[in-house]
């Protein structure tokens, strides 16, 4: 999007022009007269040459793609004029992702870009763990009286170089994966009272036509004569909820340049939904926040692909309002809403800071619900104030009473690997 807009800078020189012209006639004096002409000049420029045209290539790299949290990230930024015409005051500011903060250098440039020309410059930035988009940059030119005023943007061109800095991907450390009705199973399977193809011995039944051969009991039949069929606890891919709490309520940070909690729930449950689609488990998502979002539990690339970006569409860039007078009936309905849907005995995990009663009661619920339930809760409490402090420990009181109920937590500071909880507590 373009905006041209004047700024009006040469209202002086208007009022300078007729001030003086006027004198001039009046007093009939050639000098004063002539010296209004160069008020005019000034005055009639902006109206007589039109606004620049911005024409302009960027190009952005980065030093490192896929840093780790707290890396340090040298962003270099090239601008080439591509038009026809000087650019006598280009003034660029670089489109920064919202959740990371720049630490060194500044993201703003001023230049003057005859054709052909290119500026470049350079700033740092602090990886935090989530996908980080570079927005377009935000170019402002004025032609050469400043009078007229070109606000556009400019995205990153084509990728021509190993590091065209688009995005940054920087992941949780995750560690010790293991799902809780797993770790009593094999990898990938979960049995269930029907029978069906498996490995672990459920009944015997008398031989039916049709029945496959290699499921034939031969030793009973060379002792009795009565043909037997074997038949096996059948065993599914385990399906798995990955559960974000992406209310405005839980979009707290430590500090204002920090990603809020959100952010690293969504980071932490991108890394799981990889490690699970590496194993084809089925895997669904449900979303709490403004609205609720659900897509149930399924296996295949189109049902990954689908799952991540929901899961990207609910990371937030900034925090919204919180409106206090419908934010408590909205949670409770869309939690019904969740128990609805998960009618079959799921392995849900939960992605929330905890830092309200809501993360608390929803894992509750579907404990009680007989789902396996495993809690991610990203630390953000600080201690820099009275109410901070006390909110930190009504956290850490959350987080003891879901594991006093045997319901294993990850108290997880981002600054740190992501331990996974199951077979580490005794709640698991």
């Known amino acids: 999007m373009t905006a041209v807009e004047r700024t009006h800078r040469w209202r002086a020189a208007y009022a300078f022009t007729l001030f003086t012209s006027t004198s001039g006639l009046y007093l009939e004096d050639p000098l004063v007269l002539l010296t209004s ?25 980065v030093s490192a793609e896929t840093p780790s949290h707290g890396d340090s990230v040298t962003v270099t930024v090239s601008v080439t004029n591509t038009g026809s015409a000087t650019l006598a005051d280009l003034r660029i500011i670089d489109g920064v992702p919202a959740l990371l903060a720049v630490t060194n ?32 940059a935000t170019v402002i030119a004025h032609d050469i009286s400043g009078n007229v005023r070109v606000e556009t943007e400019v995205a990153a061109g084509e990728p021509t170089m190993m590091r065209e800095g ?58 009795s004569g009565d043909l037997t069929t074997v038949e096996f606890r059948e065993e599914h891919r385990t399906a798995v909820v990955l559960c974000i709490d992406a209310r405005p309520e839980a979009m707290r940070a430590a500090e204002p340049t920090d990603p809020h909690a959100v952010a690293y729930c969504v980071a932490a449950a991108r890394q799981v939904l990889s490690t699970l689609e ?20 399924s296996a295949g690339h189109q049902q990954y692909t689908h799952a991540e970006q929901l899961l990207l569409s609910n990371k937030y860039d900034r925090p919204a309002p919180i409106d206090d007078q419908d934010a408590t009936g909205r ?22 800071p905890l830092v309200d009663a809501f993360g608390e009661t929803a894992v509750q619920q579907l404990d009680a619900n007989g789902h396996a339930v495993t809690v991610i809760s990203p630390d953000v409490t600080t201690k820099t104030t009275a109410s901070a402090e006390f909110a930190g420990i009504e956290r ?21 690997p992501l331990f996974w909880p199951v077979g580490h507590h005794r709640g698991s």
């Open 105 to 136: 250098g500044t993201p703003r440039h001023t230049a003057t870009l005859r054709p052909g020309a290119t500026a470049t410059f350079q700033y740092t930035i602090a990886a935090k763990h989530g996908s980080h988009r570079f927005t377009p």
């Open 331 to 352: 949670s409770t309905a869309q939690l019904q809403q969740l128990l609805a849907q998960t009618r079959e005995n799921l392995e849900v995990v939960v992605f929330s």
């Open 37 to 61: 002409l160069l008020g005019v000049a000034y005055a009639g420029y902006p109206l007589l040459v039109g606004p620049p045209t911005v024409d302009l290539d960027l190009s952005r790299t």
């Open 166 to 223: 688009r995005t940054l991907e920087c992941t949780v450390d995750l560690r010790a994966f293991q799902l809780r009705r797993q770790a009593r199973q094999f990898p990938g399977q979960t049995p269930t009272g029907s029978s069906g193809d498996g490995l672990e011995f459920q009944q015997t039944r008398s031989y039916q036509r049709g029945d496959p051969v290699n499921r034939i009991d031969w030793k009973q039949f060379a002792r």
């Open 396 to 416: 850490t009181n959350r987080v003891q009473a879901l594991r006093n109920q045997r319901v294993p937590v990850a108290d997880w500071s981002p600054e740190k």
């Open 278 to 297: 590496q194993r084809s488990d089925r895997v669904g998502v449900a979303v709490f926040g403004t609205e609720f979002d659900w897509l149930a539990p």
